[in-house]
């Protein structure tokens, strides 16, 4: 039986380049390789993509720059169909066909829709959401519509763009007095791995934390803060999605941050987390919810506050691509679940099969008064 040949991407040019590197290297290591012939590619900070014969000597040199690595190929990712893979740019090398992909590039370029764009275009199956599921999960703003017309609660929240910020810092700042005061978090619309996130103490601070966001994405969320715990919930499946058991995180900082989260040993993941029975099953209803409203598939994240003060469970947002690393929380909380991280890849290529064939089912033309199989 030939092995299925799956491409494996992972770097690109979003901040969250160095984690993609150790999930992929993760994900690698739980590949069983008499099934599976894995294509490394890697796409660099300055968004050039590289394949080669040997994955491991592609990731394990990663931080030396792939640009950098003996016995890479340049390549390029075709949308036409009729390629099936990766077309060399270099000359004489032969083209790499490929039968499915599994896309472990976080954040922008990788989680937002584009890369699944181009993956629909090119007719290859890949792991987790589509192009909507994957562009509603990464932008916060639009994600918070979602989750409110979903009827899910939330912190309240404002959303304000990099021209307002130049413009009326101080109508901004009024108007974070009268709605969410302070303490309050800022953070890009677009963004991951709490990247370009402040919390606000006061007014002082204000105006430099929505500058910082801003240098990542044209539009800011100001929320208020929770004092809450902050617990977590894995999601696997399409359309009938099941939720694992519910993590709770500790930060060794005073929130989340992304030396608190991969730089630093002292943040605690708590599995199950320390909360009530129905607290947690009102964690995975919600995930659940959350996950079909965006239309996710595959896999995703659900992030979560539990206040103190009511016991409140508030949705806080979805992570389509999560973390694969040793240390994430999603791969551990399938593991806790009875899932272990050979079988939860598996799972996953199966799930994205099986998404492939539903859109193989769809038609690709229309004749006025033809039927589909099967209708009346």
Known sequence: MRRVRLGLIFGGRSVEHEVSLVSARAVLDHLDPTRYEVIPIGVTREGKWLTAGDARMLLDAAGTGLARIPGTTHAALTADPSAGGLVP????????????????????????GTMQGLLDLAGLPYVGSGVLGSSLGMDKTTMKVIFGAAGLRQTDHLVVDRRRIEQDPRGIAREVEGRIGYPCFTKPSNGGSSVGVSKVKGPEGLGPALVEAAAYDRRVIIEQAVDGQEVECAVLGNDDPQAS????????????????????DGSELIIPARIGPEQAGEVRTMALAAFLALDCAGMARVDFFVRRSDGAVLINEVNTIPGFTPISMYPRLWEASGIGFTALVERLIELARE???????LKRDYAPGQKAPGAR
């Open 245 to 264: 058991i519910v993590g709770e995180i500790v930060p060794c900082h005073e929130f989340y941050d992304y030396s608190a989260k991969y730089l630093e």
């Open 355 to 361: 998404r492939h064939a539903e859109r193989l089912k």
């Open 89 to 112: 740019i270099d000359n004489g090398a032969a083209p790499v066909g490929l039968d499915m992909i599994f896309p472990l590039v976080h954040g922008t370029g990788g989680e937002d």
